[in-house]
């Protein structure tokens, strides 16, 4: 089970929202790129950025946060970024500067057609999130519920060659109310290529729980408040994973 820290950046600082309200911020840090160090010394093995300002206005608004984010890493480990993603060349330009994954979120529903395009130009480095609230998907930083249910575009998405999804849970992200188990599993068993949880991560029971679902293909989980806030020690949680894993 890989376990990926996120930070969120809004504005140039790393802050966690509460159900994806970018006016419910709370500041962590005015330096994520300390932040990031402070994740790979810790034992991180790949991290997972959000360009929060970007999501809403459709387009990169964090580059000089990122780009520090990038420095500090220094290609020791693979870093994923989602956030305002919505053409060809900021997905090129992100590769160039180091970034391994990129997360393509509102544009994969509102058009297909370019993510279709995305996994075809950039094969392997892409991942799709699918945002969702009681099987809806969301869009447009949360803000815009779709009739679009999670488990059809998840195959649909699966069929264009992306590398993984990422599920959030909207009704549980930043609220330290668990992860949202049997969902995730359902859209597992939905498809063939690995889901990564994310959203309520609280304190290693819900380590243990995702460890669990493991074989059902949810093999990775995003943690974000529950590291800022102290519930869960990163560390201790990445070495839970990997005894259950080997078990």
Known sequence: MLLIPAIDLQDGRCVRLRQGDLDDATIFSE????????????????????DLNGAVAGKP???????SIIAAVGGDI???????????????????????????????????????????????????????RDGKVATDGWSKLTRHDVLDLARKFEDYGCEAIIYTDIGRDG???GVNIEATVKLAQHVRIPIIASGG????????ALCAVE???????????????GTLDFAAA????DELGTA
């Open 78 to 132: 693979p870093v994923q970024i989602g956030g305002g993603i919505r053409d060809l060349d900021t997905i090129e330009r992100y590769l160039d500067a180091g970034i391994t994954y990129v997360i393509i979120g509102t544009a994969a529903v509102k058009d297909p057609g370019f993510l279709h395009d995305a996994c075809s130009a950039f094969p392997g480095n892409i991942i799709v999130g699918l945002d969702a």
């Open 238 to 241: 990445q070495e839970m994973a």
């Open 61 to 67: 608004k964090n580059q000089s946060a990122i780009k």
């Open 175 to 177: 609220m330290l109310s």
């Open 31 to 50: 330096d994520p790129s300390a932040i990031a160090t402070q994740w790979i010394d810790q034992g991180a093995r790949r991290l997972h950025l959000v």
């Open 215 to 229: 074989e059902e293909g949810v093999q990775g989980a995003i943690l974000g408040r529950s590291l800022y806030e």
């Open 201 to 208: 991560v609280t304190d290693l029971r819900d380590i243990e």
